[in-house]
T-cell receptor, first 117, second 110 residues
Framework: GAGVSQTPSNKVTEKGKYVELRCDPI?????LYWYRQSLGQGPEFLIY????????DSGLPNDRFFAVRPEGSVSTLKIQRTERGDSAVYLC???????????????FGPGTRLTVL | DAKTTQPTSMDCAEGRAANLPCNHS???????VYWYRQIHSQGPQYIIH???NNETNEMASLIITEDRKSSTLILPHATLRDTAVYYC???????????FGTGTRLKVLA
């Protein structure tokens, strides 16, 4: 079946602009995660959704970052007033089980590479 | 706080076993250890996870020390396609935050 998809695959924007990154999880997966990966580093947790609600947003770096999942499937990560330091690959993962349990295998999308000029 | 430590890089000859260590000395008693790998320009891929006992699946084996402070991922017969960055991951107790660390870059040599 179809895996996790993310759009766009690449996004180039200018400093100060607003961007939206989309994640389509695997159908039926209730758990959804967003991560950010800088060059040479491992993925860094941003936010976790269980259904429509953000159960843990402790990884969001500041209030310029926001994410929604209004119908419990597709999620959008929104970044306001982008800065050059926001440049990274943004990864989305979904899981068929509630997060925090031993069996919550995460299935990752290919990521969106964001470049802020 | 939850943290994992892995060697930065390792080489392994094709066909030989690759043994990738991870230190997770701060892991709490009921948290699992997960292993994922990331091939260049792709999202991470799940390999295996475990709590206390050793685990094996079609991809790899996971050996966890009795005190749970470290583990080793074993790829029994490494192939060129196993060249990737391997991450040992733990969760911060009471949250949904998974800590990836910087991983081990495994290079399988022909």
């Amino acid at each position: 079946g179809a895996g996790v998809s993310q759009t766009p695959s690449n996004k180039v924007t200018e400093k100060g602009k607003y961007v939206e990154l989309r994640c389509d999880p695997i159908s039926g997966h209730t758990a959804l995660y967003w991560y950010r990966q800088s060059l040479g580093q491992g993925p860094e947790f941003l936010i976790y959704f269980q259904g429509t609600g953000a159960a843990d947003d402790s990884g969001l770096p500041n209030d310029r970052f926001f994410a929604v999942r209004p119908e419990g499937s597709v999620s959008t990560l929104k970044i306001q007033r982008t800065e050059r330091g926001d440049s990274a690959v943004y990864l989305c993962a979904s899981s068929p089980t509630e997060g925090g349990r031993g069996t919550d295998t995460q299935y990752f999308g290919p990521g969106t590479r964001l470049t802020v000029l | 706080d939850a943290k994992t430590t892995q060697p930065t890089s390792m080489d392994c000859a094709e066909g030989r076993a690759a043994n990738l260590p991870c230190n997770h000395s701060t892991i709490s008693g009921n948290e699992y250890v997960y292993w994922y790998r990331q091939i260049h320009s792709q999202g991470p891929q799940y390999i295996i996870h475990g709590l206390k006992n050793n685990e094996t699946n079609e991809m790899a084996s996971l050996i966890i020390t009795e005190d749970r402070k470290s583990s080793t991922l074993i790829l029994p017969h490494a192939t060129l396609r196993d060249t990737a960055v391997y991450y040992c991951i733990v969760r911060v107790t009471g949250t949904y935050k998974y800590i990836f660390g910087t991983g081990t870059r495994l290079k399988v040599l022909a």
